[in-house]
Antibody, heavy 121, light 112 residues
Framework: QVTLKESGPGILQPSQTLSLTCTFSGFSLSTYGMGVGWIRQPSGKGLEWLANIWWDDDKYYNPSLKNRLTISKDTSNNQAFLKITNVDTADTATYYC?????????????WGQGTLVTVSS | DVVLTQTPSILSATIGQSVSISCRSSQSLLDSDGNTYLYWFLQRPGQSPQRLIYLVSNLGSGVPNRFSGSGSGTDFTLKISGVEAEDLGVYYCMQATHAPLTFGSGTKLEIK
């Protein structure tokens, strides 16, 4: 059974760096064809893709966030991470991580419950 | 970026009614590897999104077979054959053929 759970700071101030952790079970990021993606959703709005990381450490980012994003993984501890630098109020959202796997349609068959991040001074 | 236009934005249906949601892409979603990376998700109130359909027409694990997906190129459709109360929520299409991945703006399904 695949599970994912996001964790984050809850609240942070503008200009700070947001650090998010996705802790998962039921798959490994050292397995060929597996990966994790990050997606966010401002309250009452739609979904925005942020970044993906694959088993071979290939990384892909949404260019709309320019160079503010860094995705990484810790294979030994079954975790994936996302950092967003220089946050502002527009980064207030629920952040989701989701599994990627080339053997079952590739993108996002399983999602975490999400973690709410509020950027406020 | 690829723009996915979903219609309608709001859909009201009675239990048992069959409904369809359209997702039109600003570019063809046929990839050079032969796959079309078009997905459908349902987000029920207060919940995370759930994948319903992958690669246009493949039913996700555990998804009831009243859901079906079809289409090709730039035009895609999600059909619910016999709406049930648990189907209420917001439906999103997503494309992963072209970077960056993009989502449609959503279709809210209400139960009359």
């Amino acid at each position: 059974q695949v599970t994912l759970k996001e964790s984050g700071p809850g609240i942070l101030q503008p200009s700070q760096t947001l650090s998010l952790t996705c802790t998962f079970s039921g798959f490994s990021l050292s397995t060929y064809g597996m990966g994790v993606g990050w997606i966010r959703q401002p309250s009452g709005k739609g979904l925005e893709w942020l970044a993906n990381i694959w088993w071979d450490d290939d990384k892909y980012y949404n260019p709309s966030l320019k160079n503010r994003l860094t995705i990484s993984k810790d294979t030994s501890n079954n975790q994936a991470f996302l950092k967003i630098t220089n946050v502002d109020t527009a980064d207030t959202a629920t952040y989701y991580c989701a599994r990627i796997g080339i053997y079952d349609g590739t993108y996002y068959p399983c999602w975490g419950q999400g973690t709410l991040v509020t950027v406020s001074s | 970026d690829v723009v996915l236009t979903q219609t309608p934005s709001i859909l009201s249906a009675t239990i048992g009614q069959s409904v369809s949601i359209s997702c039109r892409s600003s570019q063809s979603l046929l990839d050079s590897d032969g796959n079309t990376y078009l997905y459908w998700f349902l987000q029920r109130p207060g919940q995370s999104p759930q994948r319903l359909i992958y690669l246009v027409s493949n039913l996700g694990s555990g998804v009831p077979n009243r859901f079906s997906g079809s289409g090709s190129g730039t035009d895609f459709t999600l059909k619910i054959s016999g709406v049930e109360a648990e189907d209420l929520g917001v439906y999103y299409c997503m494309q992963a053929t072209h970077a960056p991945l993009t989502f449609g703006s959503g279709t809210k399904l209400e139960i009359k």
